[in-house]
C-alpha cells in the first residue's frame, strides 16, 4: 500500500463500522442494490464490519493515467482489486479519496451480494448512503441510469472494470435480429426463425502463447419471458473467437454459429438435433471451424433454457493448450471444469487477432437469448529459454559456467523465473553461484531487470585436489507466474576433473622362478601428464630384495616422463634350486607431491617355485592275501616335470619280497616319465594257505639326482592274511508273507561257525508259482558278512496284485560262498506269498490286504476293509464285520455275531455268511452312519420264490414279506424277511433288511446272502427277531 493511504483507510474502517451499526442499514442496502441481493452475504459482510474485521475488503493498487484514463478510480470483479489514479492520489483531498474508495467498495458489495450488476452507477448511491447522506430522487434517477463499466488493458490483460456489466454498445457490432434492450442487456434473439450475433468490433490479440478466460452470465427464456424446461423452444446460444469477419451464422439448429469458419464456438444448446450429432437437448459443447457436431461435449443437468440466470466461465492456457468450461447457476466459480479439451487456437484461427462474441439461432420455437454481463481478459507471456556457456569448465581454472536465461516481449516489467538445480555436483561443495535471486541444492529463481531480455547465473567451480568422476551442474526450467516455459530439456554444464591420480597394476600376477617372464608393474597418471613426476612406494611380500629378485631402480620411487601416462618397475627373480614356498612381491603406492593415491590397496605380483620335489603315497592302506587287489605306491612330483626324472627307495617291511609279494621293476628305482607328474610301484600278494600274520611292504624315498625329499617320504602298506582254520555253514529260513501288508520279504542267512574273516556269498531269486516281477521283484546280489559275525539279510520287494488268489511261492538259492560253506539241506529258502492274513488277536485288515483268519479259540473279532475280503473266525465267539466290499464270512465254531451296516451289504454288494447257525449265530445292525440300532421291529418268513435275479427277488419279498399270511403283506420299515430260492441261477436263502425309509433303497437296505446255513429254517410267516438279531 502507497504511504499516502496509511491515513485513509482508517477513516474508511470507521464509516463502514457506523454503517453496519446504523438502524437504516438495510434500507440503504435496498436502495443502493436492489431488493434481490443475498441476503446470507450481506449479513455476513455487516457483521464483519460491526466487528472491525475489514481483511475481505479488496487490495487497493495505484495505475498511472495512461491506463485509467480520466477515471479517479475503479473496480474489477475479475482481479477483486480497487484501481486508484496515481495523479489523483497525489492532488485530491483526503475526503474525496475516501468517497472515491467507498464508491467502489460499493462495486465490490454489488459483486458479492448480487448475480447481475444492480442498475447504474450503484457504487456512487452506496458512497453517499454510506456516509449519511440523503439522496432525493432526482439524483438517484441520474444514478440509476448511469453506466459506469469500461474495459482498461493491464499488463497486457484486457479486464473490465468498475461493474460487472455488458461493456459499452458502441463496442459491438450487431448483426441481424440481435439488439441491446434497456440499454444494458444484449438480447441476440427474440422471436422464431432468427440469427443474431455480437462481436467487439475490434478484434483482440491472441498470439501463440496468449492465454485467456472470459466470463459471461445469460439468460435463456420463451416469448414470455419465462423458463422453457421442456425443451420444445428455441435452440440456444455460442461464445465464439473468429477470425472471418462480424457477422452471424445460420438460423435454428445453428445455433448462429454453423458456417463461421476458422472459428472456436463453445455452445450452450437447448435443443436435441440427432442429425447435428447433438448428445441430448441440453449440453455444453466445443465447436470447431463453424461445424456444430461438436468435438467434445457434457450434458448438463438443470436446463440452460429454465429461465434462470446462468454463470458461465471460459478459460484457455496459451502454454499448455487447454480449453476449460465451467457453467454454474450461482456465481461461485466450480472448482472442477464440466469440460476440458486440448486445441491450438492458433492454427485454428490461422492468425493472432480474432473477433470475440456471442451468436444465437431460432428455428420454428421461439427464443428470447441474453447475454447479461461479460468480462474478456488475454494475457500474453514472454517465452523463457535457457543456454549454458561454455558446454564445460575445468575445476580448477578460471572459466565459469554461465547459464544465460531469455526471454521475449513483453520485457517492460521485472521477472522471476523459477528453474529446479540437479546435476552429480553438489552445490557450496563442488561449485558456488552468483546472479540468482535464490539458489539452492534442488531450486533456484532468477530475475529478469524492467527492460532486460536476459538474466544470468554463473557457475563458480570450487577447486581441490581431489580425483573425482567429472561433474555436472544442471538447470531445468519451472512453470511459474507471468511466462511461460520454452526451453523445457534440462541444460547441463560439466565441470570437468583436472588434478592427477595414480594407479598401480601388476602384469603377469605370477612368474616362475627359473623362468624368463618378469613381473612388470604398472604405475598409471590420470589428469596432466605434462610434466615428469616423481611417485613413491614401499616394498614388501615373502620375498627378500637381492637374494630371490631384483628390481629396476634403486629406490622406492618411480618417474614418469614428460607427457607420459604411465611408467614402470620390473622385477626379476632370481634362479636357485631350492625347494620351497611361492614367495610374493608387494608394491603399495604411497604419499607424495603433485598427485593422489588412486590405488589404495597393495599390488602382489607370485614368484612361483619351480625346483622339484617327491613326495610318496600308497593306496589302498591294506589289501587281502589272496585277493585280486594290489598295493599302488604313488610317486609325485613338483615343481619341473618336462623331464625324465628316476628317483631312488628302499624296501622293508614285515613281508618277503618274491616269497610272500612280487612288484614291478627290477631294483629300488621308479622313473617319471617326460611331462609327468607321477609314477607308481604296484605291489602284488602271493596268494597262499597258510594261517599267518597280517604283512607289511615299506617304500621310503632316498636321495638321487634332480630332486629333494618332499614329505610324506614313505609309506606303508599291509598285506592282510586271509587264511584260516574255521569251517562255516551258511542256511536260509523259509518265511510266508501277506500280500498287501509286507512290502518285503526279510530272509535271515545263518552262520553256523562265525569266521574270523569276512564271509561272502552270492543269491538269486526264482518262480516256484508265483511270478517274477508280478508277485515279487526278482533280484540276484552279493552278501558280505562281517568277520565274527553270525547272521545277514536277503530282502525281497512283494508286489501287492490287490487279487483275492491262492498262495503263491518262489525260492531264494545262496551260491558261490568265500570262507564258508553252503548247508546241503539249507542253502534254498521259499518265500510263501498269501493273501491271508492270520491273527490270534482282534483285527481290521489294512488296506490291499484281501483275507483275513483268526487263528487259536480266544474270544476276537475281524473287521475287513474296503475290499472284497474273506473273514475266517476261529472256534471262539467271534464279532465278524465284511464292512464295504463283497465278502465272504465264515463264522467257524462257537456263537458269532455277523455285523452289518446299511449301505454295505446291498444288492449290488451282498456279502455272504457260509454258516450261519441258526439260533446260535446273530446278526447285529449299524446305521449308515455307522452307529448302533435296535434290531429290526419286525422279522417274517416270505413264500419260497423261483425268480432268477436278485432285483426280481427284492421286489417280490418287498411286496409280500409274510407267506403264512393270504394276499400282500409289504415289507415294512425297519422289518426284516427270510427268503429261500428254490431254483435258479440264485438259487439259496437270504435275508432283506430294510431301513427306516418305506420302500427299497438299492444303496442303503441290506441283502445277505446265508445259504450253507446251519440249523432248521423257521416256518412262513412271523419269526421271533431274537432267534436271528440282536
Not at 598401480?504 to 627359473?514: R, Y
Not at 628305482?669 to 602271493?686: E, L
Amino acid at each position: 500500500m502507497t504511504s499516502s493511504l496509511l491515513p485513509i483507510i482508517p477513516v474508511v474502517d470507521d464509516i463502514l463500522f457506523n454503517f453496519a451499526q446504523s438502524d437504516g442499514f438495510w434500507a440503504n442496502l435496498a436502495i443502493a442494490f436492489g431488493t434481490s441481493y443475498d441476503v446470507v452475504k450481506a449479513t455476513q459482510l455487516r457483521q464483519q464490519w460491526h466487528s472491525r474485521n475489514f481483511s475481505q475488503l479488496p487490495p487497493i493498487e495505484v495505475l498511472s493515467d495512461e491506463v485509467l484514463g480520466t477515471a479517479n478510480g475503479a473496480y474489477s470483479s475479475s482481479t477483486n482489486k480497487i484501481y486508484l489514479s496515481a495523479s489523483f492520489l497525489n492532488t485530491a483531498s483526503s475526503a474525496t479519496i475516501i468517497n472515491v474508495i467507498l464508491e467502489e467498495i460499493g462495486h465490490y458489495v454489488d459483486a458479492q451480494i448480487n448475480q447481475v450488476d444492480s442498475a447504474g452507477d450503484e457504487g456512487a448511491i452506496f458512497a453517499e448512503l454510506v456516509q449519511g447522506n440523503s439522496l432525493d430522487v432526482a439524483t438517484l434517477e441520474v444514478l440509476k441510469a448511469e453506466d459506469d463499466s469500461k474495459i482498461i488493458n493491464l499488463e497486457g490483460e484486457a479486464i473490465t472494470v468498475e461493474q460487472n456489466g455488458l461493456i459499452d454498445p458502441s463496442n459491438f457490432t450487431l448483426n441481424n435480429s440481435a439488439q441491446f434492450w434497456n440499454s444494458s442487456v444484449l438480447r441476440l434473439t427474440n422471436d422464431y426463425w432468427q440469427s443474431g450475433s455480437a462481436f467487439l468490433t475490434n478484434t483482440i490479440a491472441l498470439s501463440n502463447n496468449t492465454s485467456f478466460n472470459s466470463y459471461f452470465q445469460f439468460q435463456i427464456t420463451n416469448s414470455d419471458g419465462l423458463g422453457d424446461d421442456d425443451g420444445a423452444g428455441a435452440d440456444g446460444l455460442v461464445f465464439i473467437i473468429q477470425t472471418i469477419a462480424n457477422n452471424a451464422g445460420s438460423v435454428g439448429g445453428g445455433i448462429g454459429y454453423e458456417g463461421i469458419n476458422k472459428s472456436l464456438g463453445i455452445e450452450f444448446d437447448t435443443y436435441y438435433n440427432s442429425s447435428l450429432g447433438d448428445i441430448n437437448g441440453n449440453h455444453v459443447g466445443v465447436d470447431l471451424n463453424g461445424d456444430i457436431n461438436s468435438v467434445i461435449a457434457q450434458p448438463v443437468t438443470n436446463r440452460l433454457n429454465n429461465g434462470n440466470i446462468w454463470n458461465a466461465w471460459v478459460d484457455y492456457n496459451g502454454s499448455t493448450d487447454v480449453l476449460e468450461v465451467r457453467v454454474s447457476e450461482t456465481n461461485q466459480r466450480p472448482t472442477t471444469p464440466l469440460l476440458s479439451y486440448t486445441v491450438d487456437l492458433l492454427s485454428i484461427l490461422g492468425q493472432s487477432n480474432a473477433f470475440i462474441g456471442f451468436s444465437s439461432g431460432t428455428g420454428a420455437g421461439t427464443g428470447i437469448h441474453d447475454i447479461l454481463d461479460w468480462e474478456f481478459n488475454n494475457t500474453s507471456s514472454p517465452i523463457i529459454t535457457l543456454a549454458v556457456s561454455p558446454a564445460s569448465v575445468t575445476e580448477d581454472s578460471t572459466p565459469n559456467l554461465v547459464y544465460t536465461f531469455t526471454r521475449t516481449t513483453p520485457t517492460t516489467s521485472a521477472l522471476t523465473v523459477n528453474y529446479t538445480v540437479g546435476g552429480t555436483a553438489t552445490f557450496s561443495t563442488d561449485y558456488t553461484q552468483s546472479g540468482a535471486a535464490s539458489f539452492t541444492s534442488t531450486t533456484g529463481t532468477v530475475t529478469f531487470a524492467a527492460g532486460s531480455s536476459t538474466a544470468t547465473v554463473t557457475v563458480n567451480p570450487t577447486a581441490d585436489t581431489t580425483v573425482e568422476s567429472d561433474e555436472t551442474v544442471i538447470l531445468t526450467l519451472a512453470s511459474g507466474t507471468g511466462y511461460t516455459v520454452g526451453t523445457t530439456t534440462p541444460v547441463t554444464g560439466t565441470i570437468t576433473n583436472d588434478d592427477t591420480s595414480i594407479t598401480l597394476a601388476v602384469s603377469p600376477s605370477s612368474v616362475t622362478e627359473d623362468g624368463t617372464t618378469n613381473l612388470v608393474y604398472t604405475f598409471t597418471r590420470s589428469g596432466v601428464t605434462t610434466n615428469p613426476l616423481t611417485v613413491n612406494y614401499t616394498l614388501g611380500g615373502t620375498a627378500t630384495l637381492n637374494t630371490d629378485y631384483t628390481r629396476t631402480g634403486t629406490t622406492n620411487t618411480v618417474t614418469f616422463a614428460a607427457g607420459s601416462a604411465t611408467a614402470t618397475v620390473t622385477v626379476d627373480p632370481t634362479a636357485d634350486t631350492i625347494v620351497e614356498s611361492n614367495e610374493t612381491v608387494i608394491l603399495t603406492l604411497a604419499a607424495g607431491t603433485g598427485y593422489t593415491v588412486g590405488t589404495t590397496t597393495p599390488v602382489t605380483g607370485t614368484i612361483t617355485n619351480d625346483d622339484t620335489s617327491v613326495t610318496l603315497a600308497v593306496s589302498p592302506a591294506s589289501v587281502t592275501e589272496d585277493g585280486t587287489t594290489n598295493l599302488v605306491y604313488t610317486f609325485t612330483r613338483s615343481g619341473v616335470t618336462t623331464n625324465p626324472l628316476t628317483v631312488n627307495y628302499t624296501l622293508g617291511g614285515t613281508a618277503t619280497l618274491n616269497t610272500d609279494y612280487t612288484r614291478t621293476g627290477t631294483n629300488n628305482t621308479v622313473t617319471f616319465a617326460a611331462g609327468s607328474s607321477t609314477a607308481t610301484v604296484t605291489v602284488d600278494p602271493t596268494a597262499d594257505t597258510i594261517v599267518e600274520s597280517n604283512e607289511t611292504v615299506i617304500l621310503t624315498l632316498a636321495a638321487g639326482t634332480g630332486y629333494t625329499i618332499g614329505t610324506p617320504n614313505a609309506a606303508t602298506g599291509t598285506i592282510n592274511n586271509d587264511d584260516t582254520s574255521v569251517t562255516s555253514q551258511l542256511s536260509i529260513n523259509d518265511i510266508t508273507v501277506v500280500e498287501g501288508k509286507d512290502n518285503n520279504a526279510i530272509l535271515t542267512v545263518t552262520v553256523d561257525n562265525p569266521n574270523p574273516q569276512p564271509i561272502t556269498f552270492n543269491y538269486t531269486t526264482a518262480p516256484i508259482n508265483a511270478t517274477a516281477n508280478v508277485d515279487y521283484t526278482s533280484k540276484t546280489g552279493t552278501i558280505t558278512i562281517a568277520a565274527n559275525t553270525s547272521t545277514a539279510t536277503i530282502s525281497i520287494p512283494i508286489l501287492n496284485d490287490n487279487l483275492n488268489e491262492a498262495d503263491e511261492a518262489f525260492t531264494v538259492t545262496l551260491s558261490n560262498p568265500v570262507n564258508a560253506t553252503i548247508n546241503p539241506e539249507g542253502g534254498i529258502g521259499e518265500v510263501i506269498i498269501t493273501d491271508t492274513w492270520q491273527s490270534s488277536i482282534t483285527r481290521t485288515l489294512p488296506n490291499n490286504v484281501e483275507n483275513l483268519r483268526l487263528i487259536g479259540t480266544n474270544n476276537i473279532n475281524g473287521t475287513g476293509n474296503a475290499g472284497d475280503n474273506n473273514i475266517t473266525g476261529n472256534s471262539g465267539n467271534n464279532q465278524i464285520n465284511g464292512g464295504a466290499g463283497i465278502d465272504t464270512l465264515i463264522g467257524g465254531l462257537g456263537a458269532d455275531i455277523f455285523i452289518f451296516q446299511f449301505g454295505q451289504s446291498t444288492i449290488s454288494t451282498s456279502d455272504h455268511i457260509t454258516d450261519f447257525a441258526i439260533n446260535s449265530d446273530k446278526i447285529d445292525l449299524l446305521t449308515q452312519g455307522g452307529t448302533a440300532m435296535n434290531a429290526p421291529s419286525s422279522f417274517s418268513r416270505a413264500a419260497n420264490s423261483t425268480v432268477t435275479t436278485l432285483q426280481n427277488l427284492i421286489n417280490q419279498v418287498f411286496t409280500d414279506a409274510n407267506g403264512a399270511i393270504t394276499g400282500n403283506q409289504g415289507l415294512g420299515v425297519n422289518s426284516a424277511a427270510l427268503v429261500q430260492v428254490t431254483t435258479g441261477a440264485i438259487a439259496g436263502t437270504y435275508l432283506v433288511i430294510n431301513d427306516s425309509t418305506a420302500g427299497f433303497q438299492s444303496s442303503n437296505d441290506l441283502l445277505i446272502n446265508i445259504t450253507g446255513f446251519t440249523g432248521t429254517l423257521p416256518a412262513l410267516g412271523n419269526i421271533p427277531v431274537g432267534n436271528f438279531f440282536i
